[in-house]
Every structure is written in structure tokens, then in C-alpha cells.
């Protein structure tokens, strides 16, 4: 029975990028794989990590970025080094677009205005910095903002509060509607958001982990089928305050890209990885080169699931 299956509870940022898992969870693709998942959803990323230490949930769906960050002793909460953390599936390359007030013109207009961020030293900041360095913008040339989640950036670059901030899809196309400008997309291979969970725990729940794996998969599997885009964009509408039918019909050809959209083998990829790694090596409170990639994952759980 459904009820007695294994419960594991999974803490997101709220947006489209969730959308394998609302598929998941209303379709059934996890309990066919043997668990159950609760949904929770995070303020920001200060607050994800210190409840992730914390044992408060199993799995973290997170940029790369802050298991790297946490590992190292390198995050912004104040909970010290994580060595425990791992990330186990890759999601996507973080659909990132920077977004910015309708008068702001180009990244170069950023110069003297503010930019708000998650956190300023880990996550997608970094990728914010390094599009204003190649517009020619340094450090001093604009100044940062702590909001927190992409909700609270999003409702704050509306209300006008800082002048631009980075939005994952569909929040960028939210942001369109809304009459803001996308002023730079991120291009090329990111490492953007995997599922991550303690190793300690891991280690005792190893075929639960590979459930998950198997069953967030089978959704985006589901989902690349085009022949389910009807019922696919209304599950996003379901889950994603503010998304009307248009904007997730839009939605669609963006996060499902067949070169550009979610993985669908769920597998965690090396250059995208070393990318990320590149980018807190240049912005980072280390400020030098970091461990291999795979010194921040544990691909045991993947390579369960394929048995």
C-alpha cells in the first residue's frame, strides 16, 4: 500500500525547475519506484543549508554550487564545513537568465546600481558576477543585495527594490510579462541544480536514494514526451503560483529543450561541474583551485539505480 511505503522528504526552491518532482509526486512515478516524497520548500539558501545539517529533511534539490561551497567551509551560513553533503543526480544547467528593471539598457547599465542576490558567496551569484566582469563591471562597480529565494528576488525586483537580479525559468518569462528586460542568458555547460543528501545518511537508505533517482527519470522521460505537454503544463500551473496556462505552455520548449532542458539520465556532468568549480575558484573565499568534482559527489546511488 502507498502508505507504507518509505517517505522522504525533499526540500526545494520554489519555481518550474520542481517540475520533474510535481510530476513525480502527482503521477505516481515515485511510488511505482517504491517511495513516497514530501515536498518542502525553502526561503533561501541560508536557510536550506542550515536545516540540511540539521537532519530536518533527507534531500536537497540545490544548485551544485552550495554543496561545493559547504563541503569547503566556504557558505554563508554560519553552520561551518560540511563534509557530509554529496550530490547524488544532476537537474538541469540552472536555466539562469539575468534580469533587470525595463530602463536598465544592457549588464554595462548596471554600473552604480544595485544587484540582489541569494547569497552573495555562494549558489548563482558567482554566475551573476562573472556576466558583469565580462561587460566590463568589477567588484566595486555595482553593489550587491542579500534578498533571499528566487520568489523574494523576483517580487523584489517588481516592486523596483535593486535594479536586476538572476531569475531561473519561467521566472524570467514571468518577469517579461511583467514588463522587465532579460538582459543576458547563461550560455554554454552549468552545473546548475542536483539533488544532494547527507552521506552519512545516505549510506543507510541507499535503495531509497536509488528510487528516487529512478523515479525522478521516469518523470522527465515523461515530461520530453511530447505527447504529455498538455497534462505537464497543467501540473506546473498546479504547483507554480502565477504561471497561467500561456506562460507554461511557454515554458515548455525552454526547460524541456532537447539540448538545452533537464538531463534525462539524471547523471551529474563533469564539465558542467568543473565549470562551477572554475567559478568559485575566481569568486570564492578559498581563492584557489578546488578538489576534482567528484570529491563533492557520490555516484553509488545512480549507478543503484540502473541496476
Known sequence: MAHDLPRLRVNVFPGGFNWPLFVGNDLGFFRRHGIEIEIQSTTGSVAQMTDFAAGRFDIAMTAFDNIVA?????GEAPIGAQPDFCAFLGS???FLSLVGLAEVADCADLRNRSVSVD????????VLFDMLERAGLGAGDYAVAKVGGMVQRFDDL?????????LSAPYDLLAQQAGLRVLARL???????VAAARRSWAENHAEELAAFVRGYVSAIGWLYDRGNAEEAC?????????????LAQASY??????ARGFF????IQRDAAHVVLDLRARYGRGGGALRDPWAYVDLRYWALAQQ
Open 70 to 74: 559547504y563541503v569547503e567551509g566556504q
Open 92 to 94: 538541469d544547467s540552472s
Open 119 to 126: 547569497a552573495a558567496t555562494t549558489g548563482y551569484a558567482f
Open 158 to 166: 517588481r516592486r523596483g527594490g535593486h535594479a536586476a537580479t538572476m
Open 187 to 193: 550560455d554554454g555547460p552549468y552545473q546548475g541544480n
Open 234 to 246: 497543467r501540473v506546473l500551473v498546479q504547483h507554480v503560483p502565477g504561471i497561467a496556462p500561456g
Open 253 to 258: 520548449p525552454v526547460l524541456l529543450d532537447p
Open 264 to 267: 534525462r539520465d539524471g547523471q
